[in-house]
């Protein structure tokens, strides 16, 4: 086996992992960084982000706001110092973007221009077309380039961490080309392998977002923090999932039903205007507006499509010239993908799976509890999210937090004691081992796209848009099921040269344990709140006993024992989560309090 | 990855000079080339719209005496050469003939032989 | 509904197969399904070994290119109800050596990608405090275009006088060298002129202009490559009025 | 020991694959019909040069119903050149914007042609005047 020595490795070349290695290699040019990544940087799935990427920079806005629109938005189950350090951090980490040569869009004086998002109270969400995630991705990978103490391993699968001494020491990684097994020691470990929607049906995420390295790290005894809470985005494509941006809402689009009614008006929402207004109709949160798109269905207001229930989003009184410009990306991805021209007609759309809030449980400083071991982006939990996500409040955690965890590991690294080289092979010849005995074994009968095709369905039953008891319970049960049947899987392909159906076999193994760790603190939590809603009994918040982080620990071949821990509140109580005129009303309520 | 790469030498193309020549003389093929194949090979042959003794030896003789009339010729004849050289020594490349210098020397070397004889006949027809 | 088309897959197993041979498939197909739902159904339902790359399956990352009847083009991009009645031919993308079935090696362009220094060097260094630098709307659309490239390699493919020279910095790598160029904020453009005019440079083009033609986000890297011509030959001739060594 | 062997194809043959490289070998193959009319009109002028005995054969030949046809080949070809040149030229500049807009590169094909149109009548006048 080769043995690759780095100061710092990181798994993971989407944002945050690329953040990372340019903040290694910045803060010591001396340290070797190795960069891990299963496909080449710039096909990670950061690439997808289309809206944008938040930070305060007009001048009426205020770091106190967007802490609140997230904390508010993350319904109080945030860690409010990180918050603080992050809404503070997004917009120098936005300039550096802009330094490195992002092409954001302009106003015409030649300033950065910021658009309007979902639970954003003020316009602060900067934007390169609508492929924001596409520009920020290429700038990082074209950027990171410059930098010759990163070492990139394009195309190499990590199997595992190696933890010795109690300590993360390095990873296993395969040479997908060859099949060939090599050992990166390293004085700290960063994950940032990115989220795991792939576990259920529809999503908006590409295929490589399985939750690896959630899983690696759960397995070796970090808990997984808030896995119960997915974000279901309310505008996708019927189908595939494809996402519409929420921007094509942040520009004034609007959602009808059936009967053309801008049905959010009913939901605590309203009033409807015909301009956008922040936080109210269009433009309030994912979670709100895909719980109104379910009532809306309950009703019999959806409209009937081929590939289940659809709402439209009308974007047609934009005009054909300003989507162009201002909305591209969405314009072909409707021409082509569903032949619907979408400045003559309204596009359909519906709910999907789109983002993880839970993660890796990392501090505010992306350390896990396991030392050496830091993690950054959407694979981590840092605390920013909390029960739901606002967009474009992702984009900006992989720079504040990849940086984060780029200095933190660097130090770590300097500091940490020289490592025992012999016995981290002798742990990576055993991951070695067991991958090549998953993969030359005879005798296995599952098939892995059929134990994936009843993960997605079983996850998207029993943890959808809103949840009951007994489908979180089938949930959890079938999981279990499926990893028991997933002991007995084979691999038809038993080649060495770029054998995929190998590496996807190893992934959906990964995959069926973040999905447990994602039912089961599902079921245990026993009330609503953000992207965590339930219809049976527990429909209201819950503070005095939920205002907690679940945590979910690996226990085996077992469901994950699950726990809690405290969530970390500074300055903003929990309150009414209000938008609309309501929400106006309570914040001005809450205001007058404040100076009374 | 690539350190390699990064410190390969570049050697500089002297390209231009040929790539120059070929525009220039593509350029006037585009712009020129098919009124002046009609006027020397159908119109003046046949008599068709000019005079049937337009390109005679004295009008001819005239033209090509004149300062003027030299550097149009000089400017045509050498640049479809020198054009047309370097397109087929390309196109040689493209379907597989990989001559090397022996395509070069046929090529390029053929338009500057022509070059060369247009500049000499235009001084012995002399001023 | 139960309409079904041929898929004839080019595959190449490098540990059985001498050379590449077509295999193919009967798959069912609905009017919404791209070329590569098919692959993934090949792979799901009737032969878990094809392997390809894909992620985004939304014509963003750039994996999933290949040649599709004899042209280049991302399978997630392309439907099936346009190609039926079939047969479909799926190829590799061309001019790349073939890894395994439809996975090229693509280490090349990634090679070229990090010689062309594809990134800021800045005209005037500033600081973060400063902020951003100023860019108008006009000045960004000066680059905007070739920064859209997402290196899908389709272009690559589709250039003859790469396949003919691998050498070649070739159209992707040098819309991006030009993105860069283009960019107000960026000094870098007498830098990257050596392998701008070097023999691996741009007068390998010989203006097919099929790159453009293929590309699948209008980045057109034909006028980038031939733009450059310009600038190259512009920069050769001045190099012999500039005072020896003063050329870097 | 990696079992990596990857496979290089042939580029024999490659523009016989696909129309557009078809069409891109004719426009290429224009410049062997610009070469040959080079080569007639170097002939000429050295028969020119030799004297008007010499260049009254050059004329004649000229008229052989062979030379005619030759002629009218070329005339196709590098009409065909002139077409394919401004085709591609607007991909070979850098964009043109002109009050603010970006013109369309059928507009820079079209200025060309319209340019060889009125070069075209100006030669032709010219050599019409000069011979009369
Ligand atoms: C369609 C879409 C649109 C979005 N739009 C927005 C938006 O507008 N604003 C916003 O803020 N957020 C948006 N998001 C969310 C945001 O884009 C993601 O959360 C973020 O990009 C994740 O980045 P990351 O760096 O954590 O992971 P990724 O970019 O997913 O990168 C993961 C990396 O890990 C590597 N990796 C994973 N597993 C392994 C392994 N086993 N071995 C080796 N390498 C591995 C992968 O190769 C990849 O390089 C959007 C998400 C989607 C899906
Ligand atoms: S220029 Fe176009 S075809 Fe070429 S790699 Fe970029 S996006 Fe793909
Ligand atoms: S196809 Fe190739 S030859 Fe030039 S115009 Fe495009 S790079
Ligand atoms: S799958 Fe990403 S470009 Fe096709």
Not at chain 1, 1 to 22: F, K, N
Request: hydrophobic share 45%; proline share 5%.
């Amino acid at each position: 086996m080769e043995v690759y020595e780095a100061d710092v490795v990181i798994v993971g070349a989407g944002g945050a992992g690329l953040r990372a290695a340019i903040a290694v290699a910045e803060s010591d040019p001396a340290l070797k960084i190795a960069l891990v990544s299963k496909v080449y940087p710039m096909r990670s799935h950061t690439v997808a982000a289309e809206g944008g990427s938040a930070g305060v920079v007009q001048s009426h806005d205020s770091f106190e706001h967007h802490f609140n629109d997230t904390v508010s938005g993350g319904d109080w189950l945030c860690e409010q110092d990180v918050v603080d350090y992050f809404v503070a951090q997004c917009p120098e980490e936005m300039v550096q973007l802009e330094h490195w040569g992002c092409p954001w869009s302009r106003k015409p004086d030649g300033h950065v221009n910021v658009r309007a998002f979902g639970g954003m109270r003020i316009e602060r969400t900067w934007f390169a077309a609508d492929k924001t995630g596409f520009h920020m991705l290429h700038t990082l990978f074209q950027t990171s380039i410059k930098y010759p103490s990163i070492k990139r391993f394009d195309e190499y699968f990590c199997a595992d961490l190696i933890v010795e001494d109690g300590r993360a020491q390095g990873v296993a990684v395969i040479e997908i080309a060859s099949g060939e097994f090599t050992l990166i020691e390293a004085g700290a470990v960063i994950f940032a392998t990115g989220g795991a929607g792939r576990v259920f049906r529809e999503n908006t995420n590409g295929g490589i977002v399985t939750g690896d390295g959630m899983a690696l790290a759960y397995r070796h005894g970090v808990p997984l923090r808030d896995m119960e809470f997915v974000q279901y985005h309310p505008t996708c494509m019927p189908g595939t999932g494809l996402l519409f941006t929420e921007a094509c809402r942040g520009e004034g689009g609007f959602l009808l039903n059936k009967d053309g009614y801008r049905y959010l008006q009913d939901y605590g929402l309203g009033p409807a205007e015909p301009e956008p207004r922040n936080k109210a109709m269009e433009l309030g949160p994912r979670d709100r507006l895909s719980q109104a798109f379910w009532h809306e269905q309950q009703k019999g207001r959806t409209i009937d499509g081929p590939q289940g229930a659809v709402v439209h989003l009308d974007l047609r009184h934009l005009g054909e010239k300003r989507l162009r410009e201002r909305l591209p990306q969405i314009y072909e991805l409707a021409e082509e993908f569903l032949g619907v021209d979408p400045a003559l007609t309204p596009i359909p759309v519906r709910p999907a799976v789109h983002y993880t809030m839970g993660g890796i449980l990392v501090d505010g400083r992306c350390a896990s509890p396991l030392p050496g071991l830091y993690a950054a982006g959407e694979c981590s939990s840092v605390g920013i999210h909390g029960a739901n996500r606002l967009g474009s409040n992702s984009l900006a955690e992989l720079c504040v937090f990849g940086k984060v965890a780029g200095l933190e590991a660097a130090a770590f690294a300097k500091s940490a004691t020289r490592r025992d080289s012999a016995t981290l092979l002798k742990q990576a010849q055993k991951v070695e081992q067991d991958a090549r005995a998953l993969l030359t074994r005879t005798d296995g009968t599952e098939r892995i796209a059929q134990l994936r095709r009843e993960m997605a369905t079983t996850m998207e039953s029993g943890c959808g848009i809103y949840r009951l008891a007994d489908t979180m319970q089938a949930a959890c049960d079938t999981l279990d099921e499926l990893r028991q049947r997933f002991r007995n899987v084979g691999i038809q392909d038993k080649s060495s040269v770029w054998n995929n159906n190998w590496l996807l076999t190893i992934e959906l193994g990964f995959q069926l344990d973040v999905a447990q760790a994602m039912a089961c603190s599902a079921l245990n939590r026993k009330e609503s709140r953000g992207a965590h809603q339930r219809l049976d009994g527990f429909e209201q918040r819950d503070d005095e006993h939920f205002l907690k982080h679940s945590l979910a620990h690996y226990d085996g071949a077992g469901p994950p024992r699950i726990g809690y821990g405290d969530v970390k509140i500074t300055h903003s109580r929990p309150a009414v989560r209000a938008y609309g005129a309501a929400g106006e009303k309570a914040e001005k309520l809450a205001k007058e309090a404040g100076n009374g | 990855m690539g350190d390699d790469a990064m410190s390969r030498p570049l050697k500089r193309s002297n390209a231009p000079i040929f790539w120059g020549l070929f525009g220039a003389g593509g350029m006037l093929a585009a712009l020129l080339g098919p009124m002046l194949v009609f006027i020397t090979g159908i119109a003046a042959p046949l008599g068709f719209i000019l005079a049937p003794d337009a390109m005679s030896y004295a009008n001819m003789m005239a033209f090509t005496g004149h300062w003027l009339g030299k550097a149009f010729v000089f400017a045509i004849v050498p640049l479809f050469l020198w054009h047309a050289g370097h397109r087929v020594f390309h196109s040689l490349h493209d379907v597989g003939i990989h001559a090397g210098m022996v395509a070069r020397l046929v090529c390029y070397g053929g338009a500057l032989l022509g070059t060369l004889i247009v500049a000499w006949a235009l001084l012995l027809i002399g001023f | 509904m139960a309409r079904t088309i041929t898929m004839e897959v080019l595959r190449y197993r490098p540990e059985q197969d001498a050379g590449p041979v077509f295999q193919t498939y009967e798959v069912p197909f609905t009017d919404d399904m791209s070329v590569l739902q098919g692959l993934l159904h090949i792979k799901d339902e009737l032969d878990e070994t094809l392997s390809f790359r894909w992620s985004c399956r939304m014509a963003i990352c750039g994996s999933c290119g290949m040649m599709i009847n004899g042209k280049p083009a991302l399978s997630c991009k392309t439907f099936l109800r346009d190609l039926a009645p079939g047969p479909v031919r799926i190829e590799a993308l061309n001019h790349f050596p073939i890894e395994r079935d439809l996975v090229v090696v693509m280490e090349d362009f990634i090679d070229k990608l990090e010689r062309i220094q594809p990134y800021i060097i800045p005209k005037e260094p500033r600081t973060l405090e400063q902020g951003e630098y100023l860019q108008t709307p006009a000045q960004l659309e000066k680059y905007e275009q070739f920064s859209s490239c997402i290196n899908c390699l389709l272009c690559y493919a589709a250039c003859p006088q790469y396949g003919l020279n691998p050498d070649f910095v070739g159209p992707g790598a040098l819309a991006l060298l030009h993105r860069y160029n283009a960019d107000s904020r960026d000094g870098g453009a007498a830098q990257r002129m050596e392998l701008v005019a070097a023999e691996e440079g741009v007068f390998n083009c010989t203006a097919v202009g099929y790159c453009s033609e293929v590309c699948p986000k209008h980045v057109d890297p034909a006028n980038a490559v031939n733009q450059n011509k310009t600038t190259a030959a512009a920069d050769y001739f001045l190099g012999f009025l500039k005072p020896k060594g003063s050329r870097t | 020991m990696s079992k990596r062997r990857p496979y290089v194809r042939p580029m024999a043959g490659w523009w016989r694959k696909n129309p557009f490289f078809v069409e891109y070998m004719i426009h290429e193959g224009s410049a062997l019909f610009v070469a040959a009319y080079g080569v007639v009109l170097l002939v000429g002028l050295v028969c020119l040069a030799q004297g008007e005995a010499a260049w009254n054969g050059w004329l004649a030949a000229m008229k052989h119903p062979l030379a005619l046809l030759f002629h009218l080949a070329v005339l196709a070809m590098i009409s065909y050149h002139s077409w394919s040149w401004f085709k591609i030229m607007p991909k070979t500049m850098p964009p043109l914007v002109i009050g603010g807009k970006r013109v369309a590169p059928a507009m820079i094909t079209g200025a060309g042609l319209a340019a060889t149109v009125v070069a075209s009548l100006i030669l032709l006048g010219l050599v019409w005047g000069m011979t009369r």
